[in-house]
C-alpha cells in the first residue's frame, strides 16, 4: 500500500474529485446544521413578533466561537444558525488548504505559492484587514 502523503498515492487519485466531495459535503453540512437551527429557533420562538422598526445586532454571546459552541450545545436555535454560516464560509477555506497541501505533496512550488498567498489574503480579510 503506498503512504498517503506520498506523489504516487495521490497521482493515483483525482484531486478535483476529493476537492468536490469536500466542498459538496461541507455545503450539505452548513445547510443542514442551518436548516435545524432554523426549524429550532422557529419553535423556540413561536408567538413573538419581532418589532422591525429598531435595528437589533446580533447577541453578544454569537459573536463568539466559545460561544456558539455554548448555545449549541444548550440547543438554542440561533446558535445553531450560526455555526451553519460559520461552517459554510470554512469550506471554501477548507478547500484552499487542501490545494496547499496538494501542492506541496506534488511539488508544484509555483502554485503552491499562489494558493497559498490566495489562504494568505482570506485570512487577512477574514481577520478584518488594516482595522482589525
Known sequence: MKRFFSRAYWQDRDM???MGRLLRAGVLLSGL???VGGILYLFQHQGIHPGYHVFRGEAGA???LKGIFQGMAALRGEALIQCGVLLLIAT???RILFSVI???I???Y???AITFLV???MGFSIGGGFGG
Open 106 to 108: 506534488e511539488k508544484d
Open 119 to 121: 489562504l494568505l489574503i
Open 110 to 112: 509555483l502554485y503552491l
Open 16 to 18: 478535483e474529485a476529493v
Open 62 to 64: 454569537l459573536l463568539s
Open 92 to 94: 471554501p477555506i477548507a
Open 102 to 104: 496538494a501542492f506541496l
Open 33 to 35: 446544521i442551518a436548516l
